[in-house]
């Protein structure tokens, strides 16, 4: 009886409404997905966050869906729930001759429901970062992965099935009489006075009206989360990359090429995931990246590889610092009111940014060094009494400080004490002081004025006095709590949100190691020997950079882990898994090599750390 | 049983081992410092086995009652207690207890099984992320070997069953053995062959695999049948002594990093007379053919017998074979040997090739052989 049920054309409709939805919702996965997870620092990041259109828009959309999805339900389940309107329960008086239509109320229910659960569904998909595409620690196939995920999943629905309609219940109870009304006025359809009223705390406690819900409730999300999780499985599957074209079209997706352009994310995500497998697991492939080219026997392969890597490394390395840097010149030149971090305060630090990137381009060794040399004269900023950023006195004091930084400076490395840094700056101007004035950004037009030496030349006033109002304007807003409460900046989500594209770090330095390992045995043109010194320092640079980093507030703890959790929480700790992998990275490469890498041309603090290295010490 | 050492770990690049102990302590000896750090932790008990994390310096994994803790010791640190902060728990529901570790040779995975459980958890230990692997029927894990070229892991089970798992797509194959449950087992250097053992035999088994080229995705490649190596059944010998009766079932094997040492642990029959447990010593070879010759055996002081044996890591001079008597005693034998293997770039300072043990020190008159 029931098999004839199936094919009635109700039920078919149904079906071939479900898989219409089912698309929607796929097509809105593959629209809103992200390899980088963007993360709210704030709360009122994360309210704006949801009031987004792009938010808003998903939101309707999946409320729509889970509307289409409960009045299948509903209309598949027949007795009770069928139709939204029926005739009402005779009355007694006679004259009623023509029955009237009345609100199925618990066919609303259902549909309100629906939408309900469409809409948290929307909502718990953007605060987990259910966009986020995690790829995998271990590479298996897909069936194997979507298979070991079914279980957790259902359970998963389930669960939240029953929070959703809890959720709902209470919803209903309270604006439950909202709809219901607008419905019956709209479509001209009675409430029936019979019959109980549902938003009535003994109307809700219907256990197989609970029950139904739940049940379209479990049916809905899991076929939603089967949707994400094969997607997901879809999208973070392995691509092979040629690493040399065989044919002439293929050149454009050849891994180098790739790596070298700028593609899209997911593109340079997998290309670096492919970059990180062939390492390991391809000899043949690792030969490709070892070749010459013909007829010049130039490396062009393993030059494009090596030469993105590190670019990576070092923006890694760039960043980090310029974190550092403003954590540091925060917690020194503001009185302390929560962590407002907005755009630098001090004219120092912007100086130091513009500094780090300009020396960034002569010479990548001594940057941790001058990183260290920017602290230490960042300090007297601080023990200066009354100085305000603002004053007139400070600033060309400081630019001075700034000025000297340059790693041209014989003074350079050697001078920690502030007053002969101070006297510094008279003995002579440097070129890359103009060349760092002319850099300057637009905000602060004044201090490329600015002049190192007796040419200091004081900001103008209308700039102080902007600096002095915006000063005033923020201690009054942090002295107001709910400003602070929206505003302030969450510590473990701003960290989380510098390393939010750490995996891609985290590939490229498992890749460029398991090649310079392998290059001991397999390279027989010797094209990385002579990369070698670079690698080598920007490896170490980045461990110091990752070091320090780790001594910040907040850094090294690590966030709770909820076991058995559907969603994919992995980007919460990616910089742990960095600062192992780069660990294990130095020591692939020196267990490898050994004594020979004595013979790498590095400087003596590196050669130092190496040596650390190679006696197993850090 | 009754054996004061449970576990005992050699750290991969340095002289440097980890000694469990019965009261669920764990001490770290360093031939380079006298100060010999004790670790301690509330949830560590039962401890059943230890491995240093490969390409790195100080980080040892622990397999305890109900979690595997892994510690973060400091290298350079001078301190005998290390604090409970240093250590990262990663336990997992239902998966305990935790009786094998294997981390990968690359140094980026750790594995954990255990006996109860019909699934391997493979740990990204930074994240504290882990995979099930999952499988269907006969028990959980016995005994875990990772090869040493990072391409295939034994997982031995409780059940006449044991599967080589390849460690690119982890997929399996199921090895049915006839009698009884693979007792132990030990790769080759270069990953392409297994020698095992089976509970209630006293033969050697030797399985051979393909050579691993990339290409290969997702097949372990063994080969079809076992063939049997060695047979170790009783035999009686004379010696110097008199007749000597050595032979039986194998306990556990070791072979040595360069592949030119197999060490195994013979127990005899427990109701025969004058049986004895000893270390036999094998030379071996893998390429161009396999070739096990017999070198010798080992024996420690009256009543003692042995119950741990590893090779040391990275021992220069040729092979050093630590053995944990019943005793308490710890000792280790070299054999000193010129590989036919291109030796690795190793640490610069040369391992002192025997240490003192703070229980006792026992130098034996093995019999070793000289090329």
Redesign the interface.
Known sequence: DSFNDLYTSYVIFCILLMSVVILVISIFNAEFYAVVPSIPCSRIALIGKIIHPQQVIHSVVHAIMGMLVAWCAAVMTKGKFQFLAVPCTPSESLDDAVPQMCLNEYHLFFLLSGAFMGYSYSLLYLINNMNYLPF??????KY?RFR?SLPLLVKHGCVESLYFVRNFCVAYYFFGYIPKAWISTTMDLHIDSKLHPLDTLTGLLDLSLFYHAWLCGVFLLITWYIAWLLFKIYATETHHFPVQPTFAEETDQCLPKILNSNPPLIIKFLALQDLML?S??????RQEVFSLSQPGGHPHNWTAISRECLSLLSDLTQRLITQQEAAAANGRAKQPAGELKVSPQTPGAVVTEDMSFQSQRSNIVPRASMSSLVKSSLMPLKTSPGSDVGSPFSSPALNCKMGILDVNSPWHGSVQSRHVMRRGPKLWTSGSDLQMNGSHHESFPVLSAARVGSEAVQPSFIYTWLQNKQEQIKNFLSKRVLIMYFFSKHPEASIQAVFSDAQMHIWAL?GLS?LVAASFTEDQFGVVQTTLPAILNTLLTLQEVVDRHFKLPHVSS?PA?I??SLVDT?YK??R??L???L??AL??IT??????LNAVQVSTEHKKRLQQF????? | AGCIVRAFAW?P??SKFAVALLDDSIRVYNSNSATIPSLKHRLQRNVAAMAWKP????ILAVACQSCVLVWHLD??SLSTRPSSGCAQVLS??GHSPVTSLAWAP????LLSASPVDTAML?W??????C??L?WFGGGGVTYLAWSPD?SKVLAATPSAVFRVWEA????CERWPTIKGRCQTGCWSPDGSRLLFTVLGESVIYSLSFSEY???MQ?QVGGSKTASIVADLSETTFETLYGEERIGGEVHSMVWDPTGERLAVIIRGHADAPGSQTVIAVFRTRNSPVFELLPCGFLRGERGAQPQLITFHPCFKKGALLTVCWSTGKISHVPFFFVSAHVP??????SPVTVMAMASASVREQPLFSEL
């Open positions: 995998p620690i271990i590479q298996q196939y194997l070991r062939l390991q697991y391809s000899p043949v492939r498992e398991h690590k882990r076991s058995g992995s700790t990616l742990f898994a600062r192992a992998s660990k294990t020591y692939r267990t490898v090599f050994g004594e020979h190679l006696e197993y010490k850090e | 750290h690049h340095t390409l790195c310096a100080s290298p350079t997992y529901p690359s140094g980026e995975l493979v990204d230990v930074s994240t504290e992320n995979v099930q999952q990072g690119q797509m982890w997929t080229r990339g290409e997702g690795c770039a190793s640490p610069s300072r």
